[in-house]
Nanobody, 121 residues
C-alpha cells in the first residue's frame, strides 16, 4: 500500500515553469513504477510521463518541455514543467503501479488526489 500526495500546482503564464512534487508514504517509490497523468475538464485522463531506471518516458505533447525525476532518499517523484502552454491546463495526478513506464491509467493501482495547473495566455 502506498499513499501519494501531489503539490506544486498553481497559476502561471504561458512560457512559465512549475515543478510538481509527489510525496509517497507507506512504501518506497523505488518499489513502484511511477507516472504522471493529467485530466482537463471534459476530457479523459491522459498520460504525461513515467520514470524507469533508464530514464523518463513522455507523451509527445510534453516531450522536450517536461522532465520526470525521482529522489528515493525523499521518497518523492517530481515533474518539472517548462515552456508551459494554455493547453497544459489540467489537474495533474501522480500514480504508482507495477508496469514500468506504462502510459495506461489501468496499470497504476495507486493515485494521488491531484493538483491543479492553470496556464494563462
Amino acid at each position: 500500500q502506498v499513499q501519494l500526495v501531489e503539490s506544486g500546482g498553481g497559476l502561471v503564464q504561458a512560457g512559465g515553469s512549475l515543478r510538481l512534487s509527489c510525496a509517497a508514504s507507506g512504501r518506497i517509490v523505488s518499489s513502484y513504477a511511477m507516472g504522471w497523468f493529467r485530466q482537463a475538464p471534459g476530457k479523459e485522463r491522459e498520460f504525461v510521463a513515467a520514470i524507469r531506471w533508464t530514464g523518463g518516458y513522455y507523451a509527445e505533447s510534453v516531450k522536450g518541455r517536461f522532465t520526470i525525476s525521482r529522489d528515493d532518499s525523499k521518497n518523492t517523484v517530481y515533474l518539472q514543467m517548462n515552456s508551459l502552454r494554455p493547453e497544459d491546463t489540467a489537474v495533474y495526478y501522480c500514480a504508482a503501479g507495477s508496469v514500468a513506464a506504462s502510459g495506461r491509467p489501468s496499470d497504476y493501482a495507486y493515485w494521488g488526489q491531484g493538483t491543479q495547473v492553470t496556464v494563462s495566455s
